[in-house]
């Protein structure tokens, strides 16, 4: 296991590596002339060549591709020109707020997704079946943002049952910062209030979120668990006499959901482009809403180190569902 | 017409193939079935932010523009949008997939990591990046999405190309002396026709929901562009009380990306049930 986890870390650093180059190229040899975007509309041509020799964009690109990997090795980003502060910083902030809430939006898919998926597998071809497979079809076809506006309409403007923005009330002090990540560390602190207030501010936010997630894990359950339907043991515990909810929730399942959480991996991706649209009308202070500051106001250090972090995030995450193949199923783990 | 009548024998992908064939009536007659077509560009301050009525079937928006109309007038920017950055995403990278596939060697890994390295990065975040990098219009988010895209299209496109590639009908090519670009874009080229079919389909739907990300964003489509995302960016400070100017757009959102995947999801079902799963 150990030495599975190791090869494939090692196994990322190549399309790390990769990552540094698009990033690069993104940055410095896109803009037709980055000092001048950089410096704004407005800047003469000696502010230009100030800021050109400043940021060492005046070097040859390979010299600036060199002097870029050190400053990243040495996990420098720099300065934000938007905020003012280490661009390291900002992302160490933001970046809880939305581990937050892509992991409890991600739980929320699979919690809803693997019951609905199995439930359809199990009477296949009923009306529930349909209508489950309308719904993942559905929840495939919604914007996220317009989902996340809608349901601001109804459960925030409308009903007032669930707080319209935010993290957490403005009344509030945030808990002391541990994990960063509010639930947890309200938790810690014995504050159920802060807790509560927190859970339902992070309510609609993950809903949104984990809508696509719900679908796509039901379809995939769904498929497994109707082909794992058809094996032989299934026959043979049905016909011995086990109970079909205990067969299906113990056996079938822990047989059909490695595509699912395949999928988990592939979801993230989608999760966190979704949450750059959704984050900002929620204004959750995440990775997401700090991603559309930072581009609208063309700030390339943050720009950068935006997509460097998610890019690892994705690497990381993808590492955890392969763990995760084994822990479901012993045949994986013994190749590992 | 078997084919055909096989194909609507799957009720969803059956409903999924009217949504698009509406969608383009509405998108080619636009003008003619928008209420007020002269409404994409003009504005009424006098009956803005009306609720839906007879008169306006979806409501005003904020400068008093027949909703109705510019849901239609839109339907035309999303289509066209989303088949031109298909379309570039597919001319870029159906042959790197071919080239890929067949040739081998240091191309093809370069060719690989590269589409690799791309699809490292979530699609939404590089496109919106590059958007932004090319001065926010309309063409460079269409650039900036068949930039992100043409990956998917690569690695079908090589998946086949692999399959294909040790037929015994290609060594028969290669042994009668048939050039490499002739056995890959006459012969393999054909052989990938339903992968490359079925992965546009549903990266029109795809394609539809990113842009309209982007127009919400404000680094797509500029106004007065009729565009349903950057319409529902407008229409967030008119809310609760003007509900209609933010739902209707989405509702469009939804139905064309509905059709696109239900259609998609059914040719895929029908021409080869083998490739049941990716997105």
């Given amino acids: ?336 | 017409m078997l084919a055909l009548r096989k194909f609507l024998r799957d009720t969803p992908a059956t409903i999924g193939l009217g949504i698009v064939l509406a969608c383009i009536l509405v998108a080619a007659l636009g003008p003619c079935l928008a209420p007020y077509p002269d409404d994409a560009f003009e504005s009424h301050i006098l009956q803005r932010l009306k609720p839906p009525s007879a008169e306006f079937p979806f409501g005003t928006d904020n400068l008093g523009r027949d909703v109705f109309s510019r849901v239609i007038l839109g339907t035309r920017y999303a289509l066209g949008v989303a088949l031109m950055v298909v379309s570039i995403a597919m001319a870029l990278g159906v042959p790197l997939g071919l080239i890929a596939g067949y040739r081998g060697g240091w191309l093809s890994e370069a060719i690989m990591r590269v589409t690799d390295i791309v699809l490292a990065v979530p699609q939404l975040i590089l496109a919106v990046v590059l958007a932004q990098l090319l001065k926010p219009s309309l063409e460079s988010a269409m650039l900036a999405l068949a930039a992100t895209y043409w990956p998917f299209f690569c690695r079908t496109v090589y998946a086949e190309t692999r399959r294909v590639r040790s037929a015994l009908f290609v060594d028969a090519l290669e042994g009668i002396g048939a050039s490499p670009w002739r056995i890959m874009f006459l012969h393999i080229l054909p052989n990938a026709a339903s992968p490359i079919i079925v992965r546009a389909t549903i990266g029109m739907g795809f394609t539809i929901l990113t842009a309209a990300v982007l127009g919400f964003l404000g680094m797509g489509a500029t106004p007065p562009l009729p565009d349903w995302g950057l319409a529902i960016a407008e229409s967030r400070q008119y809310l609760p009380e003007s509900w209609w100017f933010a739902t209707f757009p989405g509702l469009a959102i939804f139905l064309a990306v509905l059709g696109f995947n239900l259609l998609g999801d059914g040719l895929r079902d029908f021409v080869d049930p083998r490739l049941r799963r990716s997105r």
Avoid at chain 1, 52 to 57: A, C, I, L, S
Avoid at chain 1, 100 to 114: H, K, P, Q, R, Y
Avoid at chain 1, 168 to 186: E, K, R, W
């Fill in chain 1, 1 to 336: 296991m150990l030495r599975f986890l190791v090869r494939r870390s090692l196994l990322v650093l190549p399309s790390l590596l990769g990552l540094l180059v698009l990033t690069f190229v993104l940055m410095r040899v896109v803009p037709s002339d980055p000092a001048a975007a950089l410096a704004g509309e407005t800047a003469s041509a000696q502010q230009i060549e100030q800021i050109r020799v400043k940021y060492g964009f005046d070097r040859p690109l390979p010299e600036q591709f060199v002097i870029y990997l050190g400053q990243m090795a040495r996990g420098d980003l720099g300065i934000s020109v938007f905020s003012n502060r280490p661009v390291a910083q900002d992302i160490g902030y933001a970046l809880p707020a939305t581990i937050e809430l892509t992991f409890c939006a991600l739980l929320l898919a699979a919690l809803i997704g693997i019951p609905l998926g199995t439930l359809a597998a199990v009477w296949h071809n009923s009306p529930l079946d349909h209508a489950i497979r309308m719904l993942t079809v559905a929840g495939l076809a919604v914007a996220g943002f317009w989902l996340a506006i809608m349901l601001q309409l109804l459960f925030a403007m409308d009903l007032g049952w669930l707080p319209l923005r935010g993290r957490l009330a403005s009344t509030l002090t945030a808990p002391p910062d541990i994990s960063g990540l509010f639930l947890v560390d309200s938790l810690l602190a014995g504050r159920f209030d802060l807790f509560g207030n927190a859970l339902s501010h992070l309510a609609m936010p993950a809903f949104t979120l984990a809508v696509p997630g719900i679908a796509t894990i039901a379809r995939f359950t769904r498929a497994g668990v109707l082909e794992t339907m058809q094996k032989d043991f299934v026959a043979y515990e049905t016909a011995v006499g086990y109970a079909p909810a205990r067969l299906v929730a113990i056996y079938v399942l822990r047989n059909s959901v490695v595509a699912a959480v395949t999928q988990i991996g592939l979801l993230f991706g989608a999760l966190i482009s979704s949450a750059v649209a959704v984050e900002r009308i929620y204004d959750w202070p995440g990775i997401g809403s700090y991603a559309v500051t930072a581009i609208l106001n063309l700030d390339y250090n943050a720009i950068l180190a935006v997509t460097l972090t998610v890019g690892i995030i994705y690497a990381v995450v993808n590492i955890l569902v392969d763990l995760a193949h084994g822990l479901i199923d012993p045949r994986v783990a013994e190749q590992m």
